[in-house]
């Protein structure tokens, strides 16, 4: 162990035992430090002392471009620089537009089930309503959707909350049909959306989903981030903001004037990586292992819960979401599984429905522990059939 | 030019005229590239990737305590790294205090005069409800912050914003004796109290202010920054909070939870540039420059304005604060004032008073443009004056 590695970077470290499934955190062998230095290199290049400045607003201008191109090439579409505002990542970028955009008691509109943290941030942080709008496999119940919105229709959501693809916890992606179509009723119905998009570059083999919702709707804020793509630590994402009206209420914020640019030393970082071409690579990386992963922990499940459990192998993203068949329930196994740690299905549901689903991540863990992991779900499912049984 | 400058790092450049003594920014000689790649140099040592993955919630351990041993020389006073908390600066602290701690229309006292982007930070982008108490020369004015209280007491502010050291726009103190007397109307009323101390380091010879008002009252959140010692560019800061019940409402947050501790990467960088002994150094530096600076500007305000203002020459902090002379006005200045910039009176009042102040900062330029920035300003007070005994 090195000097460094006594430095004690994350007490959260994840233990080989139990496994933690739960854990939605990049595997260590997806956390480039070569490719961090690429970027500490570049910094390291810069003669102009104004970078250490407060910085432009929306994030600086040579980052932006840069950022922009990345994102032509990775969508095939443009990407216009002055679409884009860096954010500390996707929770920098909610909070940052709840703080704008409502007022205490708002509400907002989520997915059934949706990312749990995000619920946190609305209800415990900013005291908003949240109201819960059902998933199907092709992402969010629209006709459910409607139904909601012509009920509240006074004084309606202030905004949607969708992760349109690969969402967070059921890998579904919303489809081109039905962003289209909810394009349609955020006009319709007067609503703007919140897009997190962490998962969009994440797809496994020819999986390319649809574009960012941003482009289907002026309505819509597309949030991404390096996270995932690149490594959590960074804290950097962007927002691609289409509606002026919409680019100007952060642009005018009160936090930005104050603040200057979100972190313009990071974006420094991460604009040498992007120049030194070697995001697309580690993106290609990633999705190598996430699809082997996922592969890997889908047969395990079918092997061993087959009996159990149903679910639909993603093509994208970090999560298995597993129905239970009747009558088991996720906090029924929860009572004494072993050695093993998944996401019950209430955490991801506002109203604490959900109990019939559990969230299993395969992005940290890889075989063995996955095998190990499902054997001891396997184990107190069979444990819970026995006692029923009895 | 390297190609490295036409990255556009800040489109907000400072220009030589006008000469802007509105701008609250270190000059460029206050930006110390030599140091960041000293910083750069540790994180390129670093060989644990968990480096870059989400990272402990309130800043990862061996930052915390690299920083809390900073502190520790400076203060000369205990300081934990439990207690330490690292944000994004202290805009990112302020708002992320404002999300946790107030809803819609919570009352805020603020100082009259205050930082006028905290005044927006806390009206335009929370809508909370901010009430003005005056500042004197040895800080708050306690006895009408008192009658604000009695007068308030249901409900009674949320908290109280105040700027306790080198405060912006009067670079005032508030003594030690007052922080003992406001940390007991703290308890008496039932109110904490948000510091914003980023001044709190530079103070100009032997001039050492009071300990942080964290140090006098559990009830004080102490926020730091690096943006005034180091450089703004790494939107880094820490809250120092010593109430356990406080604490733990950040460290259980939604935000928090979701997002992992704020930018590791950049925790990182700063944790070489602390450990490489260079803080102290830039420190001094900075203080040489600013103090230097100071005198110099209130040497030309003294010989050219002593006819039209008073002030108060400073011992630490970036800002002369000017009283205009009856029967003159900032505003009236504004109308017709050239080739100089500086923050009318108003900027600084929740109310839109102090129009016969202004702030002039000492921190981005030096002597010559003093020189004829103040110039310009008295050419305009000349021009009033003449109109005035028409």
Sequence with gaps: MSSADAEKYGQYEVPQRPVKLSVGQPGLNMLPLDILQKGLQYVNSVTDPRLLQYGDIPGYGGFR????????????????????????????????????????GSTVFVEEPTYFLAINIFKQDFRLNVVSIPMTPTGLDLEALEKALVHDKAPGPKFLYTIPTFHNPTSYTLSHEKRVALAKLADTYNFNIVADEVYQMLYFDSAKPPLPLCYYTDRAVSIGSFSKILAPAFRLGWMQIRSKEILDVFLKSGQMDSSGGNSPVTQAIVH????????????????????????????????????????????GGYFLWLKLKEPYTASKILEGVEDVTFVAGTRFSAYGSCDDYLRLSFSYYS??????????????????EAENTK
Tied chains: 1, 2.
């Design 272 to 315: 040498g990586i992007i120049k030194s071409n070697s995001l697309f690579d580690n993106i290609e990386k990633d999705k190598t292992v996430l699809s082997s992963n996922c592969k890997e922990l889908s047969n395990e499940v079918t092997t061993q819960l087959s009996k159990y459990v149903e679910f639909i192998e993603p093509s």
């Design 65 to 104: 471009t840069s950022l922009a191109s990345f994102l032509e090439v990775e969508y095939k579409e443009k990407v216009e620089p002055e679409q884009l505002f860096v954010t500390h990542g996707v929770t920098g970028a909610l909070a940052f537009y709840c703080s704008l955009f409502t007022t205490t």
């Design 367 to 384: 075989k063995e522990d996955f095998a190990y992991g499902v054997g001891q779900i396997k184990k107190r499912l069979e444990a819970i």
